[in-house]
């Protein structure tokens, strides 16, 4: 063993991390820097050779990915430990993204439950599971801020905005990384910094261009609470920011993330990202391309094979610093002996505890609670919950979907493991559901129509399980129109016609356009992409066992020219007055209204809950003062339910423009039907604070507008001045 006695304290690790420095040779500590996939299970572009087990055995490899089970990875890391010089243990990465064997609903669906509870613990069990299959390190949180729906990797992230946002990324770094003192916590990697979700018009690996302001008051704070966090590491985008590709940005990793945040972990380049900057154009070849990211701040070359290469060679000449190296290496290996892998190699790869670890009835019962939370109802004109008895036509591609359950990034999920609405619903309601698949998600076969429009005519209500597949969305998929894919809008129509009522249980991994969805169902449930428990949390919700309670954390454009929308917009100097149609030389559009086809924020339930006596407790505060908030929420259905209070303030004049409202607190409140519950919030002056125009970070005294309600519109319920002191 390299270390005799486990270390306990930091400056132990940090003796013991230099002490190993001090030892190994360039090559060795280069090796560390470099991390390879797994061939046989990808996720990019295979870019070149394997390491092959003499590296290993030479230190040559730092990391791996893709590499999962306690058997595979023990084997790989005895080569590395018993076989290389030092015997420097090896770091397994994977994607562990919403879930590893247990999959909860895809993150932006996890992020409309606005549970931060709900959302650590699936953090915790991810973590929980992956550990004992010999992973180490997941590249999650992916924390992108995204108001394009057409990106496919929306999915992926909490949907637009940084306040949600950043409560959101710190609750998954707690819950992978816990205190890191367990063989069950795993290191959060926090992605991808920065901008990625700005790609124009929605494409990926695409350009971004965000001014300064922008940046550190919209893409940046998720970042920022995950690093306040404890995120161990980072991954640098694929994308080029305003000119300067991210893996090569020494503002984003030199200047802010490690002078202004004080980060101390490592980072990570995307799959291959330091040589696709030859493509990108700002190097000439993959030796200048390791120069930029070596100097800019990454620290380890994810697939790209150009450190290995080319950093021996140039720290030997004298091109690149080699302090620079032992930060790097000091950074990587201070992560290994943080997660004990000197005292304990083989710590995450025990067969027996990689058995009984994965999908445990209360994973599968958080993933239930998690999707059940998760889902959006967004029309109701009274067809849910459906009534005892009731004969029930299910109908549609994803009735009984089980891959696409499991959305765009599966780690070890198992399609036979789902469980979808079809088997859910003839459990629930036995004898009861007939089933035809309508047609196939992309396809453009109309030959069963005919068995669904039977059944139909047969039932009593009709649930149309529509949407997305789960290769709509996620890396790489972007889409330019985003209605139903294939055939089935016209399916949709057609069930319409029969008259009967049409619960549409729609899925997607984005925002869709629902202009034409609308009027054609009665009832519409947003389910995302659930997971594999999907089908008992719709069956519950659908049946009313359980009560609707997300709330979109992601505006819905009306149709893709509106996009990007979103409600923190700035306000225009022309605004379009409220309640008119159109008026010119106003700042709207001559075919469509301003407003979204739903806000963010937005979801029914069904309960009423009503706002009653909203106020301040102060009509100013200083800079060092706060105002308190308070609300009595009232349950005035007849359904117990959850709400997800939501406050909003507006700036009303800035020194820069500020949004016409921002999101600055929420909480998600259960009440029994009947219940009544005074919530407070607290705004500081602090909270008040926004970026400069030269870039300082400060509040700015003068007059605030306060929102309180169940979603973005919610309306103003005060003002308070904030005294320059
Ligand atoms: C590329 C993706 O952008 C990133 O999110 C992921 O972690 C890596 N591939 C590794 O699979």
Known sequence: MLFAAPPVTNSQIEAKVSALLGRMTLEEKVGQLVQYSSSEELTGPLLGKNPTLAELKAGRVGSLLNVVGAKATRNLQEIAVKESRLGVPLLFGLDVIHGFRTIFP?????????????????????????????????????????????????????????????????????GFQGNLDQPSNILACVKHFAAYGAAQA????????????????VYLPPFKAAVDAGAVTLMSAFNDLNGIPCTANGFLMDQILRKEWGFKGFVVSDWGSIIEMVSHGNAADDR??????????????????????????????????PERLDEAVKAILTAKARLGLFEDPYRYCDEAREKQAQLRPEHLDAARNLATKSCVLLKNEGALPLRAGQRIALVGPLSDARHDMLGSWEARGLPAETRTLKAALEQVAPGKVQFAEGCSIEGRQRDGFTKALEIAQEADVIVAALGESREHSGEGHTRSSLGLPGIQQELLEALHRTGKPVVLVLFSGRPLVLENVLPACEALLLGWLPG????????????????????????????????????AHKPSGRPQPEGVVREQYKSNYLDVANTPMFPFGFGL??????????????????????????????????????????????????????????????????????????????LSAADLAFSH???SFKPEAGSFDVFLGGDSRAPKVGEFILRAN
Not at 622 to 629: C, P
Request: glycine share 10%; aromatic share 8%.
């Open 532 to 567: 594999t428990m999907a089908g008992p949390a719709l069956a519950d919700l659908l049946t009313g066992v359980a009560n609707p309670s997300g709330k979109l954390p992601v505006t819905f454009p009306r149709n893709v020219g509106q996009i990007p929308i979103f409600y």
């Open 693 to 695: 125009a030269d870039m």
């Open 202 to 217: 929605g494409r990926d690996y695409w350009t971004t261009e965000v001014p300064e302001i922008t940046l550190r008051d």
């Open 106 to 174: 895809i993150n932006l669906g996890q992020a409309a439950s606005w549970d931060l509870v709900a959302i650590e613990g699936s953090e915790r069990i991810a973590a929980t599971e992956a550990s004992a299959a010999g992973i180490h390190w997941t590249f999650a949180p992916m924390v992108d801020i995204a108001r394009d729906p057409r990106w496919g990797r929306i999915a992926e992230g909490a949907g637009e905005d940084p306040f949600l946002g950043s409560a959101i990324a710190k609750a998954r770094v707690r």
């Open 288 to 321: 200048e391309a390791a120069i930029l990211s070596y100097r800019a701040g990454v620290d380890m070359d994810m697939e790209g094979r150009a450190y290995l290469k080319y950093l021996p060679d140039l720290i030997r000449k004298g091109v690149l610093k």
């Open 605 to 682: 339930s069904y309960t009423r809950f009503a706002y009653k006596n909203a106020g301040l407790d102060a009509p100013e505060i200083s800079m060092g003062g706060r105002v308190g908030i308070s609300v009595s929420l009232v349950n005035q259905g007849d359904r117990d339910g959850e709400e997800v209070v939501q406050l909003y303030v507006r700036d009303r004049v800035g020194s820069v423009t500020r949004p016409v409202r921002e999101l600055k607190g929420f909480q998600k409140v259960f009440l029994r039907k009947g219940e009544a519950k005074t919530l407070r919030f607290e």
